[in-house]
């Protein structure tokens, strides 16, 4: 990986231009993960970070690894994207919404704790445009682990909201202030993968609460040492 990094981004060689996501760059025969350059429909070329895995090519689409990068930030950092694609990272709201398009995905959730424990989770997501504050469609017995209260039978639209755009699902509080960073919050107290990155684990309960966190894995005051969430289209093998 380390001799990948220093050759820079690879151009694909696709007969009609760049791939539109890490899926197509698999499906065109790429094996090696690294830094790519892709183009989603009606989108400008952008690197990703493709992750190649026994079942096709994931984008990377955030990382937390030291708290070497400040995840508070506000509504337009989040949509544009910030950090280093080669540590930590969040890719873009806008750039994610291309990626997907119209198209069902899967969202892969990497967690460590800081014990040498990891999980790893797996579900069903559609992410809308801006006009939808890049609303996160899940079917419901996903909903339940990401705050929804009550869920429709088609699952539940969570919004994203930081501290200058407030979408959550509490109406007596603005959860990315009083937590940390944006997310697709729902009632503050579920998740929150872009939190404030502790490299000890805080004695009040208060700091902790802001950290990085997965309530039900290692519980809501537990802050956790690294995250990767990776997205894949699922309409990919209709297309091709």
Request: net charge neutral.
């Amino acid at each position: 990986m380390a001799a990948l990094a220093n050759q820079g981004p690879r151009l694909s060689e696709l007969s009609n231009g760049l791939p539109r996501d890490c899926q197509e760059l698999y499906q065109e025969g790429e094996r090696q993960s690294g830094l790519f350059q892709i183009q989603p429909q009606g989108s400008p070329p952008f690197l990703v970070n493709c992750k190649m895995t026994s079942d096709g090519g994931w984008t990377v689409i955030q990382r937390r690894q030291d708290g070497s990068v400040d995840f508070n930030q506000p509504w337009e950092a989040y949509k544009a994207g910030f950090g280093d694609p080669q540590g930590e990272f969040w890719l873009g709201l806008e750039k994610v919404h291309r990626i997907t398009g119209d198209r069902g995905s899967r969202l892969a959730v990497q967690l460590q704790d800081w014990e040498g424990n990891a999980e790893s989770l797996q579900f069903p997501v559609y992410l809308g445009g801006e006009d939808t504050a890049y609303s996160l469609q899940l079917t419901a017995p996903v909903a339940s682990e990401l705050g929804a209260t009550t869920v429709a039978p088609n699952g539940l639209s969570l919004p994203f909201s930081t501290w200058d755009q407030d979408h959550d699902l509490r109406g007596d509080k603005n959860c990315a202030k009083s937590l940390s960073g944006g997310w697709w919050f729902g009632t503050c107290g579920h998740s929150n993968l872009n939190g404030q990155y502790f490299r000890s684990i805080p004695h009040q309960r208060q700091q902790r609460k802001k950290g990085i966190f997965w309530k039900t894995w290692r519980g809501r005051y537990y802050p956790l040492q690294a995250t990767t969430m990776l997205i894949q289209p699922t309409a990919a093998e209709a297309a091709s």
